[in-house]
């Protein structure tokens, strides 16, 4: 949503980019514990324990919320 109204083309696919980052890694982490895909060690966004990976998904999340805040033109 934040992608589609975003201002410039660079914000849009900086949104959509980060916002499918964070999705793909959810569902292969998700796979990973349901047995459909072998264990590669890519941490649950969010809840797994790590600092170096909440420290780039907070990264992704204030770019994100940045594209979202700048969308409009005064």
Do not use: C, E, H
Not at 3 to 15: E, F, M, P, V
Not at 31 to 60: D, E, N, Q, R
């Amino acid at each position: 949503m934040i992608a589609t109204k975003a201002r410039d083309n660079i914000g849009a696919l900086l949104a959509a980019g980060l916002t499918a980052t964070i999705f793909w890694q959810a569902v292969i982490n998700i796979a990973m514990t349901s047995g459909a895909l072998p264990v590669v060690g890519i941490t649950l966004p969010f809840l797994s324990y790590g600092g170096s990976s909440m420290l780039a998904l907070m990264a992704a999340i204030g770019l994100i919320m940045n594209v979202s805040m700048r969308r409009f033109t005064f």
